[in-house]
């Protein structure tokens, strides 16, 4: 018989041989599992304490004629200027919040934001005043 009465008489092969890719797929799949563990990383995570989550608010409050009231009691210029130290030297900083009247002069409010800012007070917020 002859090359070409064989090739006339049989169908041409189409299966594709598979082992080469069994091979390699087996070689990644080796490759992977032993590199997976060292590419793990923990991260550690703060656990929660205590607090919700929520800062402190303390509220401070201006009258009409730039006094300051902490909890309805009437604060002098150096209380004030102690509490707010007091409050900027904390690990926890608390959130200020100014409740000035609606007659209290501006420069009141300036004075009492720039003393803040001096004691290290970070987070300060103003609520708008009624008329």
């Known amino acids: 018989m ?31 599992m032993i590199s997976a563990p060292l590419l793990t990383r923990k991260i550690d995570l703060p656990m929660g304490g205590g607090t919700d989550g929520q800062p402190r608010t303390v509220e ?4 009409a004629d730039g006094q300051v009231l902490l ?18 030297g904390q ?5 200020l919040q100014l409740r000035p009247d609606g007659a209290t002069p501006h420069q009141a409010v300036v004075q009492l934001l720039a003393q803040a800012r001096n004691a ?12």
């Open 60 to 63: 401070l409050r201006l009258a």
């Open 71 to 88: 909890n309805d009691v009437v604060l002098q210029n150096v209380e004030v200027e102690a509490q707010l130290l007091n409050w900027g």
């Open 91 to 95: 690990s926890e900083k608390p959130t």
């Open 2 to 32: 002859s090359f070409s009465t064989l090739r006339n008489n049989e169908n041409p092969m189409v299966d594709i041989n598979i082992t080469p890719l069994i091979d390699v797929m087996l070689a990644l799949l080796l490759i992977f």
């Open 120 to 131: 290290g007070v970070a987070s300060i917020s103003i609520e708008t005043p009624r008329r």
